[in-house]
């Protein structure tokens, strides 16, 4: 069994700054994927970032480019979101996910609301 605890969500104004904080625990494979997913109010679930243990790639959602940052750390299962200048249209709630096995082993966090103020 794997657990996912997020932290760090809240009230930020647009232009800001927040981190999100994602610790697993239990049977996590040394090999798997963390990343982010966020679904706003009356919107299907989104990818936003991942990146892979196995050698630190990652990968983006359009939207955030250049404004969010994926990091981990691979020996505390760890996965980090760092958010610059978020906009109000980041508003929702963020999950963390943490997959291996070509998705066969996937697991997820209870969410974080992040709410962007203008």
């Known amino acids: 069994q794997v657990q996912l605890v997020e932290s760090g969500g809240g009230w930020v104004q647009a232009g800001g700054s927040l981190t999100l904080s994602c610790a697993a625990s239990?049977?996590?494979?040394?090999?798997?994927?963390m990343g982010w997913y966020r679904q706003a109010t009356g919107k299907q679930r989104e990818l936003v970032a991942t990146i892979a243990s196995i050698n630190g790639s990652t990968n983006y959602v359009d939207s955030v480019k250049g404004r969010f940052t994926i990091s981990r750390d691979s020996t505390k299962n760890t996965v980090y979101l760092q958010m610059n200048s978020p906009k109000p249209e980041d508003t929702a709630v963020y999950y963390c996910?943490?997959?291996?096995?070509?998705?066969?082993?996937?697991?997820w966090g209870q969410g974080t609301q992040v709410t962007v103020s203008s």
């Open positions: 239990g049977s996590v494979f040394k090999f798997n994927t």
């Open positions: 996910n943490v997959y291996w096995g070509g998705r066969r082993y996937n697991y």
